[in-house]
């Protein structure tokens, strides 16, 4: 059986980290308190009832916190990473705002996340998927997954409270980045 490889695009936050800690930081900083129902979607102001422009100021300012400090990263996620470097093309597609690309790679050169970086502070992501070649996208946002998936693209959609909603047939819900390698080792040995 031979191998192939894939062009492979991943999202950063919720994906590669931890889904929760925005909201859970948010709140603590709002005295909030957190109901089951704010992990129903990954807006963080839309869950704590934050005026947009009070939480754009907030989010902003808090950059570093957001983007470094609160990113821990999802069990076996370096690993995986690691192993699909040696064997695939990795792209870190991420939405994130381009005044934060610096403090972005450090999280990724600091947590040894291989790839290329690309900060695309938009939430289209069907436009980079096209000119990267991408074979595979890794994403927790239900919306930007089901935007790909209708420009048809595969998609393995990384669990979360927020995205459990009817898929899209190109999308794939997984529950962890263990999952993730199995299904990609299935794909490049087709």
Known sequence: MTTHALTICVDID???????AWLEYTAEVYNKTITSEMYQTCYTAKALGI????YANF?????????????TMRPY????????????????????????????????T???????????????????????????????????????A??????????CAYNRKPLHQLIRRVSDWEEIES?????SHE
């Not at 600091?110 to 992501?125: A, C, M, N, R, Y």
């Open 14 to 20: 919720g994906t590669l980290t931890q889904p929760y």
């Open 51 to 54: 005026e947009s422009k009070e």
């Open 59 to 71: 989010y902003l300012a808090n950059g570093k916190t957001f983007y470094y400090d609160l990113c």
């Open 77 to 108: 996620a370096n690993h995986v990473m690691n192993v699909f470097d040696q064997k695939h093309r990795l792209h870190i597609v991420t939405s994130r705002e381009k005044q934060f690309a610096d403090i972005t790679q450090q999280l990724l």
């Open 110 to 148: 600091d947590q040894q996340i291989p790839g290329t970086l690309h900060v695309l502070e938009s939430f289209d992501k069907v436009t980079p998927a096209k000119k990267l070649g991408c074979q595979l996208f890794i994403e927790d946002n239900l919306e930007i997954a089901s935007s790909l």
């Open 150 to 159: 209708e420009a048809g693209f595969p998609v393995l959609l990384m669990d």
């Open 183 to 187: 299904i990609v080792h299935s794909m």
